[in-house]
Structure formats: structure tokens, C-alpha cells
T-cell receptor, first 111, second 115 residues
């Protein structure tokens, strides 16, 4: 079983919709969590960190539920430019804080 | 600005051929990571350097894979006797010190196709 599990989608939503992605992780000792965005044939880029209290950055909201080992990303008022793959990331417990990626969830926002 | 660069960007190799992939991290970054991303998958950790020391190579899939960073800056990932299953994008990332909350900056990757 992979340490980080995501629904691969694809999620097809119209512009302006709200969409939510979920992710679960298996290592209860994990301390740091992130969402990365990866455009087609490009490298992953940090979208946002995920904090225990939840955090918001414009149209994006990330939540962490440590008891359920569950991470979510909510995108409000979807834009065409939000179309990408969203990667849930948990820090490896060793390996100098290398990243443990989920498989990614594909989002396509349509006009 | 000078981000992480990788070369070559694309590499086609015949099965059995040796390949060398180069990563130039951001200047001054202490930590360097290699990841392998197969089609339709998320990146998978291969190995980690802190300066010139390779502190974790647990993700290298076989002894055909070898990585080095002799002077603590540029790193090379070498794959000997390439197999078709080695076809993937190889991503390099660096971070200033390697703390848990530090952003890792990724290079554009080397897309390897083994025929």
C-alpha cells in the first residue's frame, strides 16, 4: 500500500465550480504536508503547505485531520488556468525530508 | 533567475546502454534530491544528498542506478545497462538546508525513453 493515496480522477468541472480533492496517508508520525501542482509535462511546484489549523490562500483552502490521517484541498470559483494535476505530499520520516507524493488528481476546468 | 537546471532534457537510449543525467541545483543549496516519475504516477524518491554526502539511497530501484555529488553542487544520476522499465522522467530538486518546511525547487526533468 502506498504511503499517500489519492483519487486519481479525472475531475471535469465547469468554470466557477467548487471542487475538493482528498488524500489519506498511512504514517501517523508524519509531521509536514503539502499540496503541489503539476502542469502537463512540467515539474511539480509547491501550491501550499497544510497546517493543522487549516489554511487558506485566495481561492484555495487546505485542511488536515490528523486523527483520520486525511488531507483535503478545496478550490473555489475554478478558473481554466486551474487545470492541472494536484499532488498530495507528505514528508518522509527520514531521508532529509524528501517528499512522498501521491499519484496525483487530475483536474480539467472547462468553459 | 537561476533555478534548478537539468540536462539533457530528453534522452533516448537503446536497451543495455549506459546513461548519465545531470542536475545543477540552485547555488548554495545544501540538499539535493532525485525522483523518478513514471507515466501517470507521482514522483518517487530515489536518493538524497546533503552537500557531497549521499545520506539516503534507499529509493534507488536496483544496483544499476548510481548517483554522486562529488563537490556538493552538481549531481549526476547514472543508469547502467538501461532497461525499458527505466523509461520515466527523472526530476532533481534542491532546498537550502533540508528542513521539513522548506520548499523544494524542482528542475524541469530529464525525460528518458529506453527502446
Amino acid at each position: 500500500r502506498k504511503e499517500v493515496e489519492q483519487d486519481p480522477g479525472p475531475f471535469n468541472v465547469p468554470e466557477g465550480a467548487t471542487v475538493a480533492f482528498n488524500c489519506t496517508y498511512s504514517n501517523s508520525a508524519s509531521q509536514s504536508f503539502f499540496w503541489y501542482r503539476q502542469d502537463c509535462r512540467k515539474e511539480p511546484k509547491l501550491l501550499m503547505s497544510v497546517y493543522s489549523s487549516g489554511n487558506e490562500d485566495g481561492r484555495f483552502t487546505a485542511q488536515l485531520n490528523r486523527a483520520s490521517q486525511y488531507i483535503s484541498l478545496l478550490i473555489r470559483d475554478s478558473k481554466l488556468s486551474d487545470s492541472a494535476t494536484y499532488l498530495c505530499v507528505v514528508i518522509r520520516s527520514n531521508s532529509g525530508y524528501a517528499l512522498n507524493f501521491g499519484k496525483g488528481t487530475s483536474l480539467l476546468v472547462t468553459p | 533567475g537561476a533555478g534548478v537546471s537539468q540536462s539533457p532534457r530528453y534522452k533516448v537510449a537503446k536497451r543495455g546502454q549506459d546513461v548519465a543525467l545531470r542536475c545543477d541545483p540552485i547555488s548554495g543549496h545544501v540538499s539535493l534530491f532525485w525522483y523518478q516519475q513514471a507515466l501517470g504516477q507521482g514522483p518517487e524518491f530515489l536518493t538524497y544528498f546533503q552537500n557531497e554526502a549521499q545520506l539516503d539511497k534507499s529509493g534507488l530501484p536496483s544496483d544499476r542506478f548510481f548517483a554522486e555529488r562529488p563537490e556538493g553542487s552538481v549531481s549526476t544520476l547514472k543508469i547502467q545497462r538501461t532497461q525499458q522499465e527505466d523509461s520515466a522522467v527523472y526530476l532533481c530538486a534542491s532546498s537550502p538546508l533540508g528542513g521539513s518546511r522548506e520548499t523544494q525547487y524542482f528542475g524541469p526533468g530529464t525525460r528518458l525513453l529506453v527502446l
